[in-house]
């Protein structure tokens, strides 16, 4: 089973950019769906972004129009890129394929503060 790897977490400003990545162990390409997901401390886990292998998108309402996500199966990534980050956006971001769920990795932890 691929398994995925949580990367690109860091501290940033309010306003700030940060692109994190997921990148599977093996080939992606069978995983018709990948998603990023996130927990902020106190909270439950929450669908954050998903990408198929068409393309299609789903966004949460409270990222859509500053998170962008996609996959490039050649190198077995999916990325999201945050923009315009806020507080409220801090957790740990995990990625997975809810069309194949798999145990959660570790996670990479983003901080939105000033």
């Known amino acids: 089973q691929v398994r995925l790897v949580e990367s690109g977490g860091g501290l940033v400003q309010p306003g700030g950019s940060l692109r994190l990545s997921c990148v599977g162990s093996g080939s992606i390409s069978s995983l018709y769906a990948v998603a990023w997901y996130r927990q902020a401390p106190g909270n439950e886990r929450e669908f954050v972004a998903r990408?198929?292998?068409?393309?299609?998108?789903n966004y949460a309402g409270s990222v859509k129009g500053r998170f962008t996500i996609s996959r490039d199966n050649a190198k077995n990534t999916v990325y999201l890129q945050m923009n315009n980050l806020k507080p409220e956006d801090t957790a740990v971001y995990y990625c997975?394929?809810?069309?194949?769920?798999?145990?959660w990795g570790q996670g990479t932890q983003v901080t939105v503060s000033s």
């Open positions: 990408v198929t292998t068409g393309g299609s998108t």
């Open positions: 997975n394929s809810p069309s194949s769920f798999r145990p």
